[in-house]
């Protein structure tokens, strides 16, 4: 089946660690996203890609990195410059960003806690 | 701005209508949407409406959408159990990132 799949599901940091987000999607979707979820303030745009080998920063970018080496593929690493990052994960693939009528397909999530 | 705002909690008992709110800024918004997530999962595309609408229906679920004032409703009819969960509003821009701004959700608990 189609899909957009993220792991781990959970995942546990050390403080000064820096650990690596994984997305992969078999939807042949040009696009794919990162965004962070606080309880009560929704979701925050991290990083976005529209094509392969290209990527820019969303809202809050600082601590984390990405790369889009292939089309499937945009792993999440969260360094340790990230202050803050025990929070909810979310990846997100869409078939092209200049298409208007299209919809976001999300993961399941990854939930990172910094012990 | 970019903003997107919704109250936090909704309680309503199952049969009745559940109304989520949601008021946004950007006039030049294209595509407003409804998504639900369940405890520890994904975001689900519940539906969306283009910015020339006013209204959308779609089984149980009703968009409302009225521009001059840039606030959108979802009501979902015959609530059920099922449907307790957290709903996100998005606003998509004219922009060509396909970029989403999200309000805060709204937590709809329903009572049998």
Sequence with gaps: DGGITQSPKYLFRKEGQNVTLSCEQNLNHDAMYWYRQDPGQGLRLIYYSQIVNDFQKGDIAEGYSVSREKKESFPLTVTSAQKNPTAFYLCASMAGGSRMNTEAFFGQGTRLTVV | ?112
């Design chain 2, 1 to 112: 701005g970019e903003d997107v705002e919704q109250s936090l909690f909704l309680s309503v008992r199952e049969g009745d209508s559940s109304v989520i709110n949601c008021t946004y800024t950007d006039s030049s918004s294209t595509y407003l949407y409804w998504y639900k997530q369940e405890p520890g999962a994904g975001l689900q595309l519940l539906t969306y409406i283009f910015s020339n609408m006013d209204m959308k229906q779609d089984q149980r679920l009703t968009v409302l959408l009225n521009k001059k004032d840039k606030h959108l409703s979802l009501r979902i009819a015959d609530t059920q159990t099922g449907d307790s969960a957290i709903y996100f509003c998005a606003e998509r821009y004219s922009s060509n990132t396909g970029k989403l701004i999200f309000g805060q959700g709204t937590t709809l608990q329903v009572k049998p």
